[in-house]
């Protein structure tokens, strides 16, 4: 599968880039979005090791990872999210950013990757999110990581950035679109049964849905881009998905 990075934006010094089809094999595809800004720069989602190396030269095109990667946000624990972090520390001078919540658990990830100099200051490296969320400086801007709580972990967050009014929505607005996510979406009613049947299982219930949707609708979005599947364009679009997520019983509601 050919691999695709989609600049989304590019103006005044800030630059986000959207990187999809790099999993190869068994794995779950997944996009990775990364915020350069003034050269700093914040890399979202990054994966696992399926992701990593070619995450990583695609990356380096566009950055000196070592010297300008200022932060890895880990929207929640899935190893489709953050399972490659020891690579990221190791080889650059990141911040990883994460909820509080999964704090304690990222140390086994990166225990057996690194010394245990750096396992034992990596706490000295993290930036826990308080559950009402944060804004996180970046550049001559900032970040803002969205409760999403329970869709689908009890520890979740989204980001928003101001700038170019992305929101990068990790497992909300997923799909299975393969060979496709570099594409936006066109007929969010053909698009919506690519969706339905994970969102169903995975999110934890209508009430969160409906928390979420009401935080984005006061956010100014131009775009959502999800970690799995095609990103969302254009306000009827995004107003279409944000209605039927707003309306869908998942989790508990289904038992």
């Known amino acids: 599968m050919e691999h695709h990075e989609v600049v989304l934006y590019n103006k005044d010094g800030h630059v986000c880039i959207f990187f999809t089809d790099l999993v190869e094999g068994e794995g779950i595809a997944s996009n990775q979005l990364v915020i350069v800004s003034e050269g700093e720069a914040a890399l979202f989602d990054p994966g696992g090791d399926l992701t990593y190396t070619p995450l990583n030269i695609a990356l380096s095109r566009h950055i000196d990872i070592e010297e300008n990667l200022k932060y890895v946000f ?5 190893p489709d999210i953050i399972a490659s972090l020891p690579r990221w520390l190791m080889h650059s001078h990141c911040k990883v950013i994460s909820s509080r919540l999964w704090a304690r658990f990222l140390p086994h990830l990166v225990s057996g990757f690194v010394s245990s ?4 200051s990596l706490f000295n490296r993290m930036i826990e999110l308080p559950d009402e969320g944060a804004k996180i400086p970046l550049g001559n801007s900032h970040i803002v990581a969205v409760p999403a709580h329970f869709l689908h972990s009890v520890g979740n967050f989204h980001c928003y950035d101001p700038r170019s009014k992305i929101l990068f929505s990790g497992d909300v607005g ?8 570099h594409q936006f979406v066109e007929d969010m009613k053909a698009h919506i049964p690519l969706m339905e049947g994970f969102h169903r299982r995975y999110m934890a219930s209508n009430r969160a849905c409906r928390a979420w949707v009401h935080r984005v609708r006061q956010l100014d979005v131009d775009m959502i881009v999800p970690q799995h599947g095609k990103p969302i364009k254009g306000q009827h ?5 944000l209605h039927w997520f707003e309306h869908l019983e998942c989790g508990v509601d289904l038992i």
């Open 74 to 78: 880990a929207s929640h624990q899935d």
């Open 174 to 181: 997923a799909a299975m679109t393969p060979g496709e996510d």
């Open 117 to 120: 100099k750096m396992n034992s």
């Open 237 to 241: 679009h995004i107003r279409e998905f």
